[in-house]
Nanobody, 121 residues
Framework: EVQLVESGGGMVQPGGSLRLSCAASGFTFSSYDMIWVRQPPGKARELVAT???????NYGDSVKGRFTISRDNAKNMVYLQIDNLKPEDTAVYYC???????????????WGQGTQVTVSS
């Protein structure tokens, strides 16, 4: 059973930083590419960042230069370092295995609880 537990969110001022964590279990973590996805209030899910099993990263245009995805295969953990936070970054942030479905999230059925990031002055 795939389980994903996100943590590290909170309320911060614009320009602040957060480090989100995702603890994964129920699958061979080191064999899978991973993603971070966010869902702003009232809006659709948005792909934020990807990381391959080998550590190659990619980012959505809206977060490029501010977000850094990383992983620790020994700990079954994936992280998202967020710097220079903006109000438009406010969302629930989720991690998951990368199913390589592009921007289609219907195939994902094992979302964790997510972690709330709120950016406000």
């Amino acid at each position: 059973e795939v389980q994903l537990v996100e943590s590290g969110g909170g309320m911060v001022q614009p320009g602040g930083s957060l480090r989100l964590s995702c603890a994964a279990s129920g699958f061979t973590f080191s064999s899978y590419d991973m993603i971070w996805v966010r869902q702003p209030p009232g809006k659709a899910r948005e792909l934020v960042a990807t990381i391959t099993s080998g550590g190659v990263t990619n980012y959505g245009d809206s977060v490029k230069g501010r977000f850094t995805i990383s992983r620790d295969n020994a700990k079954n953990m994936v992280y998202l370092q967020i710097d220079n936070l903006k109000p438009e970054d406010t969302a629930v942030y989720y991690c998951n295995r990368n199913l390589h479905e592009g921007l289609v999230f219907a195939p994902y059925h094992d979302w964790g609880q997510g972690t709330q990031v709120t950016v406000s002055s």
